[in-house]
């Protein structure tokens, strides 16, 4: 008689105890190399990041100057910005009031009809003393690259203080130098709850599909004709 089939669970483990460590040292030894290619294979996009945009990593007080902050969207909570958003777009309001940019791009999902980040961070920025001349909305800033590769392609931004939490400015800055962004970043700070901890987690598994975007630079989701949003900003007084 046909006894029970036994279920994934039992499987998964009946697998892992016929894995063994190798017994001969040559055996060992390869086993280990194997580990540790694997761990740096992982780890290089990371890497790359860190070493990359590390030392442009700042605060509002002493970032460079640069025509133009580009502010990423970060969610909203009942059509207004979320506590990560809203802090994002207190910096950015910071820079402007410092003279430290003269514009700013806010850059977001507006893929649905209920759902407008950028219009959310520019009624936000308005409310913070930000002019409305001075703020241009990208509306198909689906992820960073595209955020990146539209600021410089549609938006002609070549130079930009970029404005994250410190879990992601480190990414922004890497796409955006790969899409033709010159840039500085603002880390903002970030309390490290659950929403933190996701987004340093989350960071580690981005890093291998930024890399490939800075290497392959494919278009963004929505291209488009070239806008002169930031153009004229960068032109008039200020004043709404």
């Known amino acids: 008689m046909r006894g029970p089939v036994p279920g994934p669970g039992r499987r998964i483990w009946d697998g892992v105890r016929r894995l063994r460590v190798p017994r001969s040292r040559r055996g060992q030894r390869r086993a280990f190399q194997v580990v540790v290619a694997a761990a740096v294979v992982a780890l290089a996009p990371a890497t790359w990041m860190n070493a990359t945009a590390g030392p442009r990593v700042h605060d509002v007080a002493d970032v460079p100057a640069a025509p133009v902050a580009i502010v990423f969207g970060a969610g909203l909570w009942n059509g207004e ?73 549609i938006f002609g931004v070549n130079r930009a203080v970029l404005v994250s939490q410190g879990f992601h400015i480190r990414r922004a800055l890497a796409l955006c130098s790969a899409a033709g962004v010159d840039s500085d970043g603002v880390a903002v700070a970030a309390k490290r709850d659950v929403t933190w901890a996701y987004g340093g987690v989350r960071e580690i598994f981005a890093a291998g599909k930024a890399a490939a975007d800075a290497v392959l630079r494919p278009d963004p989701q929505f291209l488009g004709p070239r806008e002169k949003g930031v153009t004229e900003a960068l032109a008039a007084a200020g004043g709404d």
Do not use: Q
């Not at 003279?99 to 009624?123: C, F, I």
């Open 81 to 153: 910005p979320s506590p990560y958003l809203a802090h994002r777009l207190d910096a950015a309001a910071a820079l402007y009031e410092r003279g430290t940019v003269r514009a700013v791009l806010v850059t977001g999902d507006n893929s649905r009809h209920d759902y407008d980040e950028p219009d959310a961070m520019r009624s936000y920025l308005l409310r913070h003393g930000v002019p409305g001349r001075k703020i241009v909305s990208d509306y198909a800033g689906f992820d960073t690259w595209d955020s990146c590769s539209r600021a410089h392609r």
